[in-house]
């Protein structure tokens, strides 16, 4: 199972969602986790890609204006993806992923 940890500006990001976007969130993840463990790529309704500019940051598509952004971190486990997720919010994330 893909491992996670959350950075401290994703978690005070998190704080400022209404609990209707984090449920929108956590579909989402689940949908993301489900890809990751399939290993077949992801879905393209979650819109996964490389933020330009950003060597090694990649973002995912959770609402119509809803994002989040992660990075791949050293596997915690063998064969296992870890990802840390870094910023959560609207558009308005990108500036500073």
């Known amino acids: 199972m893909p491992t996670y940890e959350a950075l401290t500006r994703f978690l005070r990001d998190w704080k400022n969602l209404s609990p209707a976007q984090k449920a929108a969130f956590l579909a989402a993840v689940a ?10 790529g992801f ?8 933020m330009q500019g950003h060597p090694d940051v990649w973002e995912l598509t959770w609402a119509p204006d809803g994002r989040a952004t992660f990075s791949y971190g050293t596997p915690l486990q063998d064969g296992e993806p870890h990802i840390l997720w870094r910023r959560i919010g609207t558009h308005e994330i990108f500036d500073r992923p």
């Not at 879905?43 to 490389?50: C, D, I, P």
């Open 43 to 50: 879905r393209r309704g979650l819109r996964v890609k490389k």
């Open 31 to 40: 949908q993301f986790v489900a890809d990751l463990r399939a290993g077949q």
